[in-house]
């Protein structure tokens, strides 16, 4: 038996049926059609143990439910005896940081599911961004379907989070509801990266109320289709951050920003 950190691990042998799957907190869904996937190339040389939680006399998968489902389903949907890596000494909040920190042989971890586990956990930069969205009435998808008040680009928000700060963050956010009311199509990564830039780039310049007055007034697929549409002529985000800067200045003669980008 070996240690990490505070946890012992070993290989062991278990039936699968004892095997649980914590679908309710920080696991995502199985998902059949990857399972059916790798089951038609399956070759078991390849196979890396799941890993096993052993806790309150339960075995709890945080890694390799993908690989659990194959081998079942490879045996006629039958349980067998399955190799597994098993720690002892783990609390569940331990179990979902490990799970977000390891991708598995099955199924790559999305920016949402391992941003769920990583909240589970509690790690602070993750709570701090939770607590960020949620403040300005947004809540985060992690299955990452965008929807009314729904981030689903889970990805570009953390990172924009991370670069700008929490206070930054919010302000962009403010605005991009005050101006949409939430609108599924107005929080797409696109206008979410384009107006946090374009805060932090005239941030002591701007006016917050004909931002949000002129946003209002845009259909707010306007930036990611005029963003679009402008091809190679500018690099990534700059050509939506170029849409968010137009409509801003619009035809004014007074209050126009220079194009400092």
């Known amino acids: 038996m070996r240690t990490s950190h505070t946890s012992a691990y070993q290989e062991m042998m278990i039936n699968s049926k004892l095997l649980e799957v914590p679908r309710g907190s920080y696991q995502r869904e199985l998902n059949a059609k990857r399972v059916r996937k790798i089951a038609a190339k399956f070759d078991p040389r390849l196979v890396n143990p799941p ?31 399955i190799r597994c890596i098993v720690y002892t000494g ?22 949402g599911d391992k941003m769920r586990a990583m909240i589970y956990g509690g790690d602070p930069e993750c709570m701090a961004f939770l607590k960020a969205t949620e403040s300005v009435g947004l809540r985060l998808d992690y299955a990452q379907r965008r929807g009314k008040h729904r981030i689903g680009c889970i990805g570009t928000a953390f990172e924009e989070f991370k670069r700008v700060g929490a206070d930054l963050y919010k302000e962009a956010l403010s605005l991009i509801v005050a101006a949409w009311h939430g609108d599924p199509e107005s929080l797409r990564a696109e206008t979410i990266q384009s107006v946090t830039r374009f805060i932090e780039l005239y941030r002591q310049e701007y006016d917050p109320r004909r931002l949000v007055s002129r946003l209002h007034k845009t259909d707010p697929l306007t930036i990611y289709r005029e963003g679009r549409a402008m091809g190679v002529n500018m690099a990534g985000y700059k050509k939506y951050l170029y849409q968010v800067f137009c409509i801003y200045n619009g035809s004014s003669k007074k209050k126009v920003l220079p194009m400092k980008f």
């Not at 998968?61 to 349980?79: E, S, Y």
């Not at 783990?90 to 920016?111: D, I």
């Open 90 to 111: 783990m609390t569940e909040s331990e179990e979902a940081l490990l799970f977000a920190q390891q991708a598995g042989e099955a199924a790559k971890l999305t920016p």
């Open 51 to 81: 890993k096993v939680s052993y806790r309150n006399g339960h075995y709890y998968v945080f890694d390799g439910q993908h690989t659990i489902a194959v081998l079942k389903l490879l045996n006629g949907g039958r349980d067998l005896m």
